[in-house]
């Protein structure tokens, strides 16, 4: 038998080792705390910075419905801040001819009144009976959208209190803000629609403490002499509403069928409120 060269044997040893050598090397990046920790650490500090978006606190602006006059559109837009109107303006009114002129002088008092008085309930200026009707229109419309947006607002906050605050405090803060919600009981409803000879008439109001606050007429007989008719009677009709607080109103003079159907869509609407 013949014997194994020394030096056969040297190399072989050597290759072994440098085999050896290579495999830990491959094997060490895996094992590397340092590695594992730059892989799976990164991904959470992004997740815990991201942005959460935040709730305003009564405040910012507010376009209401654009309302269709005889002399063209009329669209209000509101600032509000802590839920009280500190600015309005018309973004859309009647322009061309003696509009232009109308408006130029109408306008500027109306969003003066709507400022002042914090509500719909303005009057109409002279001279500019269908730009200051369609004014009060759309400016309810943007008050109605500030109410169900503090309504909306406070039944979260009412949410939020019970979650955190345990089962009391559930029952207690939470059904109390869902139900102060509406701006502390405030209420708008509209009547049903009231058909008379010369067309349908429907009345919304905005009830607040068990009170009429607003009254406004949403369908009102149109067309020939009952655009004057109507101009001249639902600006009356709206003013007695609140100042009455119930249906039981007086007629107004030349305008028998539109105070009529005034009344009777009121009263559907002071049923829902369930006065």
């Known amino acids: 038998m013949r014997k194994s060269h020394p030096v056969r044997r040297a190399v072989l040893a050597g290759a072994a080792t440098v085999s050896g050598i290579v ?8 094992s590397d ?5 730059a892989a799976g650490g990164a991904a959470p500090p992004a997740a815990a910075q991201s942005p959460q978006g935040g709730r305003g606190a009564g405040s910012g602006t507010v ?22 109107i500190t600015g309005a303006e018309a973004v ?11 408006t130029a002088d109408a306008v500027p008092k109306l969003n003066q009144a709507a400022v002042s008085t914090g509500t719909a309930d303005i009057d109409a200026v002279s001279g500019a009976t269908y730009t200051s ?34 089962t009391g405090q559930g029952s207690g803060d939470g059904s109390g803000e869902e139900q102060g919600g509406g701006g502390q009981g405030t209420q708008v409803l509209t009547g049903d ?26 369908q009102a007989p149109k067309g ?19 100042s009455a607080g119930t249906a039981d109103i007086d007629a107004v003079s030349g305008a028998t069928y539109t105070s009529a159907g005034y009344k009777q869509s009121l009263q559907s609407a002071l049923d829902r409120a369930g006065g």
């Not at 009114?93 to 232009?100: L, M, T, V």
């Not at 629609?193 to 949403?218: D, F, K, M, W």
């Not at 020939?224 to 609140?242: E, F, I, M, Y």
């Open 224 to 242: 020939g002499r009952s655009d004057q008719v109507t101009a001249d009677a639902v600006p009356k009709l709206d003013r007695a509403a609140v």
């Open 92 to 102: 859309r009114a009647p322009k061309g001819g003696q509009s232009d002129q109308v």
């Open 193 to 218: 629609v009231a058909q008379t000879q010369y067309g349908p008439v429907q009345v919304r109001v905005t009830v607040s403490g068990g009170r009429i606050t607003a009254a406004e007429t949403l």
């Open 133 to 166: 009707a369609g004014y009060v229109k759309s400016l309810q419309s943007a008050l109605d959208k500030v109410a169900a947006a503090s309504a909306g607002q406070d039944s979260g906050e009412g949410s939020g209190q019970g979650s955190g605050g345990g």
């Open 63 to 84: 376009t209401g419905d654009a309302a269709d006059t005889q002399y063209g559109p009329v669209q209000v837009r509101l600032t509000v801040s802590g839920g009280k």
């Open 23 to 30: 495999l830990l090397l491959s094997l060490k990046p895996a």
């Open 33 to 37: 705390p340092g590695s594992a920790s």
